[in-house]
């Protein structure tokens, strides 16, 4: 029996393909694992990600894969909490089943699983969040895609105070690392400019009582309220806004899930600004836009664009010139290598730029605005932050 298993051994150890099966590398396939928020306030993230990462997939599975391997994405839900979150990661680094995390979704959630990963030596690619801890290169295993939470918070701080020559600023904020991020941002902006903000209040995470907060805000009377959270308590923070006849511009955070925040909105969300870090989704004279917008209606018909789904796509685009790059003889130890030897990522009208010590490939943040019908146009850029 001692030998059989010793020699079954010898022979999964001596093949390529057994050997990497484990790492969710196969002869003829290649399979991620994302654990983000598919049910709850957050969940148009999740999906949004995910419908963005399987358009770049099957975009790529449609034209014979990477070096003959199909793109497959597993997905888990963690409901936006840090504790699910964790115990999924930790579920993805036990089974060994996956050649990394992708698109995994929020600052708290991924504080509490970028460390499993790291440890793990997990590639972390793409969250859907801007938070500063996930900008160091040195970890080994994280590559973003997008600029960070305060260079967005700057961009809206020159837009509200040096454009629009506004005195007074407030902010809501959701009640944890994330939220206290951008209000780390924004008093930083603010502070460059001497200024400080006129009121502040939070929300609990996975809720919707903002009713507390916007009524400690209101007594400011500002003429701005900057925003950090996700599109349900958001939108019900702006809606109530409306109805006491509060009159200010309320600016959000990237992450709010811009399209899911306008269909909340209805009616109430004319004028609402939304900063973004991706391209505009719509304006297919980008060729990436152009690729993403085909490649979206391959997967789903009926998928209309959007600021997540986009990002997603080019969250794909990123693991694929990885993939790309390792070669044929692919494991997750060649794959970690390849990513960090990415330079420059062109994907035509988005370049993303990596280093030794930059594991950020993109640095612009866009300002768009609701319009009446529920659309967004934009409205300024606030160039390199």
Excluded: C
């Amino acid at each position: 029996m001692f030998f059989r298993k010793s020699l079954l051994a010898a022979l999964l150890l001596a093949s390529p393909h057994f050997a990497s099966a484990e790492q969710g590398v196969t002869d003829a396939s290649v399979t991620f694992a994302q654990v983000a928020a598919f049910e709850g306030p957050a969940a148009a993230l999740g999906t949004g990600m995910r419908l963005g990462i399987t358009a770049a997939f099957e975009e790529a599975n449609a034209a014979g894969g990477v070096h003959g391997r199909m793109l497959k994405l597993d997905t888990m839900d963690d409901g936006y909490e840090p504790d699910r979150s964790a115990a999924l990661v930790k579920t993805v680094v036990d089974e060994n089943n996956h050649i990394g995390l992708i698109g995994p979704v929020g600052t708290p959630t991924s504080s509490a699983t970028q460390p499993i990963a790291t440890e793990a030596q997990l590639p972390f690619i793409g969250p859907f969040t801007g938070a500063g801890f996930l900008r160091d290169a040195s970890h080994g295993n994280i590559f973003n895609v997008r600029a960070t939470y305060n260079a967005e918070t700057e961009a809206w701080i020159n837009y509200l105070v040096d454009q629009q020559g506004m005195k007074s600023i407030a902010i809501l904020y959701q009640d944890d690392g994330f939220g206290r991020v951008g209000l780390s941002g924004v008093n930083a902006a603010l502070e460059k400019r001497g200024m400080t903000l006129a009121a502040e209040g939070t929300y609990t995470r996975n809720t919707t009582a903002v009713k507390k907060a916007l009524l400690d805000i209101r007594k400011a009377k500002p003429d701005a309220v900057v925003v950090v959270g996700a599109y349900k308590p958001v939108a019900e923070f702006i809606k109530l806004a409306r109805k006491m006849k509060m009159d200010a511009t309320f600016v959000n955070i990237s992450f709010v899930g811009s399209e899911a925040l306008a269909q909340e909105l209805g009616d109430a969300g004319e004028g609402v600004i939304v900063s973004q870090v991706v391209p505009f989704p719509w304006d297919a004279s980008v060729p990436v836009v152009a690729q993403y917008t085909k490649a979206l209606a391959a997967v789903d018909a009926a998928a209309k664009p959007g600021f997540v789904s986009l990002e997603g796509y080019i969250v794909g685009r990123l693991a694929i010139e990885g993939l790309e790059a390792a070669g044929k003889d692919l494991t997750r130890e060649s794959y970690l290598e390849a990513l960090a030897a990415l330079t420059t990522v062109d994907l035509g009208g988005v370049t993303m730029t990596f280093g030794a010590d930059d594991n950020q490939g993109m640095d612009d943040v866009f300002l768009t605005r609701i319009t009446a019908d529920g659309s967004f146009e934009p409205i300024a850029a606030a160039g390199d932050s």
